[in-house]
């Protein structure tokens, strides 16, 4: 059974929405702004229903506005900044949000000019298209991320502007449950915000248990026939799988239960948004769902009168963004009370107040900084909330590494009950000694106060620990799961190669018997020894940019000494620092092949040391700022940014010295940022710091056992050890056994036997496994292991692997009547562009090949009559393209040519697709019946006046429809359905249209129509 999306998982999805509280509206029945999809009769009816005495003409001014702001370059800031806003007009009312209006249209499309994309599930409030669902059928060609990618181009077109402005979130789902092999996010349901490159999608992993027989209204039969005659699909209301589908419990419906219900959709759209200005420009983020639920955790235990708990988040997943949400969220949980909140961020280092406060600041909160004792007295003996004039949400930053011990900063009796002072407190599992005074002083500053302590390593000891200092968990989140969601990466420690091992020791053993016995930190520091160490850190450097094919990761370079990091850039300056070029210089250059330019960038020649001493404050912050945008190849530190400090791009770790215990994991996770398609962040140790991280991770994980119990095996597989990959290899031959893997003639002979899909599979899953292992050998310096096996036959062998299953998947969409849309994604998708020697203007021009070959497969894929003879010629032209083999040439007239042949055929499509739509609308969007209109009228018409054909067709529907929908099981049994149809067919061509036709015209209409119901039914594409 080949599942269609629409039967099996739209109409399943609507039907669940309408259960949660939604009106389903007809668009046959319904008319909207095409300029920006409002639906402006519902929106102007809500407008006047929640916002009292109003009148006309503020209603249409409101919409003009919204209208207007809509066009901004903005992400959708301005509008969303109305959306939430309870001081003027309201659009949603928030304070009582079932007075708002909740309906759900499908497909609509959004049209700007000739371009256009109609979403599978659209929710509207008030009238407005905030959310959309797109869905796919189970085991769908490239997963979720086929979808991914056509929303990404979708997202980059100025054209779509004002709806992407205009919507706040994503759901796109295939239906399955998540995967815990599937790293690429291409089997489940996950949800995702807006933005102008791409979208970034989460996972949503429900904590909360429903009554779903309290929560879900019952599904009337008049709603449901209602729905599927609207969508053409009263064909399949019998159907086993179609029933199936409508439980609550498939993941579409699911994570629609978890986003959708009223109080979860009232809570995202007011709290769980957030504009970010990050360096590249600005963004839009949503709360990843253990924010969300921590957030929610907070909230309950306040309403249970508990003013202090930890929330114990895996470094790298967002526990600033978390203090932010929290800031909107709890203002408004303490504003219902008539109490002001007053919030403070909490750290112990200058380094990490700039950081925080950059992040605040970032996602627009005015921010105060506290650096001094005095200051802090000061503010916390004032009763003023709001320092700025806007009344914008603001936050006070504190580092209290100066004061932390001063018995006498806080002394303050005198504070208000109408301020609620929120301390949010940074890493707790350090610098909060309870025989020290800072607690202490907290404590008697505001007996009253929150405090919420923030950690990824909770400080567990038999003397104090973080719970007895700030009570109960309220939240957890482990390292394991923050890698399933892709929020933070594992890491792959890289041992230093031997012959550099030998090359440092000789350095030590020259100084020393230069110098005597010195002192070790200035032994370290000497040039004979920074060299060669540096040496390996740049070629290391530049060899990983190759090997992971980005020139754009960074590294870092955790120094033994301060002195032997300044050592590392006065080296570097001499030995590596990119050299100014002259005039003369540039205009002798012939332009760089694109091979030579690639290499050339992989280069590492812009370095920077960051220390205390070392440049101003602002010089600092400047130099932070080009490392996080690329601008710096590598930093040298010493103590500095080892903690609080995230750079996706940073990816290599150098550790030149030992660090204990917290300080090393909290060191060693800034490389688990994720970035780009990266899946491991590097670690190589120049320090031989497995020995303290195994200690360090022993403590830590009898600690927690005592501490947790069995949540102590959530916290486990940092890194991907050398044990790892052999276990993989070992896997990698036991899939292999059987084969001939020496001859790859044998090996195809021997793969070409095998049928299975699902066998296949597991033989191209190890096979693309080993090219990674590869990769990660090399990087790791485990060389011996690549004489495990060999890899580059094994590569030729994936290869192979990889066509044997792209054959199966073809001849499995053949068999069951899907052949052409397959076809097209597994043709067209796997085309990879491999430009060797390209010169710049011929790299635009790939792009643009790139981007005319997306646009092309697009449209002709989503094509729903694709046995229509100018469809089929239109692929054939694509296939005759495709055979020259030349789509992937690399000379620009080749390039030029294809593109040309390229828009060819897209115009024809888009011409085909336009005359196929104003065919489809005349059929209330019933693609069967445009079928079989066009199938009549190709071949020995039966009328010469197609508008009689169209009179007896749209007869026939009416009359087949009211069949259905007296008996839904009458499509089980085709040989009535076969009798049934002759009847109909009769009736409304020869009797009610007067048209002339004899036995085998009633048999060929017949069959056509049988054919396209029960197809239908049975969920086959058509």
């Known amino acids: 059974m080949i599942f269609n999306e629409d039967s099996r998982v739209k109409i399943p999805s609507i039907l669940h929405l309408i259960q949660l509280g939604y009106t389903y509206l007809s668009l046959k029945e319904n008319n909207w702004d095409e300029n920006t999809n409002i639906f402006t009769s519902i929106f102007k009816g809500q407008i006047r229903s929640i916002n009292s005495n109003i009148s006309e003409k503020d209603i249409q001014k409101v919409y003009d506005d919204i209208s207007i702001s809509l066009e901004n370059e903005d992400l959708g800031r301005a509008f969303y900044n109305k959306l939430i806003d309870q001081s003027g007009v309201k659009l949603i009312d928030f304070e009582n949000f079932d007075n708002n209006a909740f309906h759900v249209v499908t497909e609509l499309p959004y049209n700007k000019d000739d371009e256009s994309f109609r979403p599978d599930i659209i929710l509207l409030i008030n009238g407005m298209p905030l959310v959309f669902i797109e ?74 248990t429903f009554d779903l027989d309290k929560l879900l209204q019952p599904l009337s039969e008049d709603n449901e026939n209602f729905v599927l005659k609207d969508t053409n699909l009263l064909s399949i209301k019998s159907n086993q799988e179609y029933q199936s589908n409508k439980s609550p419990n498939t993941a579409t419906n699911s994570i629609a239960t978890s986003l959708f219900q009223r109080e979860r959709l009232k809570f995202i759209l007011r709290y769980a948004l957030a504009y970010v200005e990050e360096e590249h420009g600005l963004e839009k983020h949503i709360m990843r769902y253990p924010q969300l639920f921590a957030t929610k955790a907070i909230a309950r235990k306040l309403d249970n009168g508990i003013k202090k708990g930890i929330i114990w988040h895996t470094q790298g997943s967002g526990k600033t963004a978390l203090a932010y949400f929290n800031v909107k969220h709890l203002t408004h949980y303490f504003q219902k009370h008539n109490i002001i909140p007053k919030f403070y961020f909490i750290v112990d280092r200058i380094d990490l107040l700039v950081q925080a406060a950059k992040e605040f600041t970032a996602r627009g909160l005015v921010v105060h900084k506290i650096d001094s004792r005095d200051a802090f007295s000061r503010d916390i003996k004032s009763t003023n909330v709001i320092h700025n004039s806007s009344g914008k949400a603001e936050i006070t930053v504190v580092n209290i590494q100066k004061f932390k011990d001063d018995p006498d900063v806080i002394k303050n009796n005198d504070y208000n009950l109408s301020v609620q002072r929120v301390f949010f407190l940074d890493e707790v599992h350090r610098s909060y000694n309870p025989k020290g005074s800072f607690l202490a002083n907290l404590e008697l500053a505001d007996k009253n106060s929150i405090k919420i302590g923030l950690t990824g390593t909770p400080l567990l000891g038999s003397e104090y620990n ?75 450097m530049e060899q990983a940019r190759i090997s ?56 590492v020649n812009k370095a920077q040391v960051i220390l205390h001493d070392v440049g101003t404050k602002q010089d600092r912050r400047d130099w932070v700022s080009d490392f996080k945008v690329g601008k710096l190849d590598v930093l040298f530190v010493y103590n500095m940014l080892l903690t609080g400090f995230d750079a996706k791009r940073l990816k290599k770790l150098y550790i030149g010295r030992k660090i204990k215990s917290h300080n090393l994991l909290q060191t060693l996770t800034r490389v688990n940022r994720t970035y780009k398609s990266h899946k491991y962040g590097y670690v190589v140790d120049f320090a031989d710091i497995q020995k303290e991280f195994d200690k360090t991770n022993q403590d830590y994980f009898n600690e927690l056992q005592s501490e947790l119990g069995d949540e102590m095996e959530h916290y486990s597989n940092l890194f991907k050890s050398a044990e790892d990959i052999k276990e ?104 990879i562009f491999a430009f060797t020697k390209v010169k710049e203007e011929e790299m635009i021009l790939a792009d643009e090949l790139k981007d005319t070959l997306g646009k092309t497969r697009e449209i002709l894929s989503g094509n729903f009559d694709q046995k229509d003879p100018v469809f089929i010629s239109l692929r054939e032209e694509l296939e005759r393209l495709f055979k020259k083999k030349n789509l992937s040439e690399v000379s620009k007239e080749d390039m030029e040519a294809n593109i040309k042949a390229l828009n060819a055929i897209y115009d024809k499509a888009k011409t085909l697709e336009r005359e196929n739509q104003l065919l489809k609308a005349k059929y209330d969007y019933d693609a069967k019946y445009t079928r079989i209109h066009k199938r009549l009228m190709e071949k020995d018409p039966l009328t010469d006046s197609e508008r009689k054909l169209f009179d007896a067709l749209k007869g026939l529907k009416t009359a087949v429809d009211k069949e259905i929908l007296q008996n839904s099981k009458l499509l089980e049994n085709e040989s009535y359905v076969e009798k049934m149809m002759m009847r109909l067919v009769i009736s409304q061509f020869k009797k009610e249209q007067q048209i002339d036709i004899n036995t085998t015209d009633v048999r060929r209409i017949n069959s056509l129509i049988v054919k396209e119901y029960m197809n239908e039914y049975n969920g086959y594409v058509a």
């Open 135 to 208: 869905v796919k059928k189970p085991n769908n060609h490239n997963g979720v991320q086929e979808e991914h990618r056509r929303m990404q181009r979708r997202f980059q077109n100025k054209k779509f502007r004002k709806f992407i402005n205009l919507t706040q979130f994503m759901v796109f789902s295939n239906n399955m449950i998540y995967s815990e092999d599937d790293t690429h996010m291409l089997e489940g349901a996950f949800y995702s915000t807006t933005n102008y490159k791409k979208p970034i999608f989460n996972y949503f992993r429900e904590e909360e």
């Open 466 to 540: 973080s719970r007895t200092l700030f009570g109960d968990y309220i939240h957890k989140y482990y390292y394991n799961l923050s890698i399933k969601d892709g929020y933070t990466l594992r890491l792959i420690r890289e041992e230093i190669e031997t012959n550099y091992k030998l090359v440092l020791q000789e350095a030590l053993e020259s100084i020393n018997v230069l110098k005597g016995n010195i002192d070790k930190k200035k032994l370290y520091a000497d040039h004979r020894f920074v060299e060669p160490m540096l040496d390996y850190i740049v070629k290391d």
């Open 548 to 603: 992971m094919d980005d020139n754009s990761i960074g590294g870092m370079v955790v120094c033994d000494s301060s002195d032997q990091a300044k050592m590392m850039q006065e080296i570097f300056d001499t030995k590596y620092a990119e050299k100014p070029e002259s005039f003369f210089d540039k205009a002798a250059e012939e332009p760089e092949n694109y091979g030579k330019k690639k290499r050339a960038d992989s280069k």
């Open 728 to 831: 993989e290899i070992e896997e990698i031959k036991d899939v292999l056994f059987k084969f001939n893997t020496e001859n790859a003639t044998v090996f195809d002979e021997q793969i070409s036997e095998i049928n299975e899909r699902s066998e296949i599979r597991q033989i191209a899953k190890v096979l693309n496994n080993s090219k990674e292992l590869y990769n990660l050998i090399r990087l790791s310096g485990n060389f011996e292991l690549l004489e495990k096996l060999d890899f580059r036959k094994l590569s030729v062998l994936a290869r192979l692997t990889n066509d044997r299953l792209a054959l199966i998947n073809t001849r499995i969409a053949l068999e069951n009547n899907v052949d052409t849309d397959n076809i097209l994604n597994t043709a067209l998708e796997d085309v």
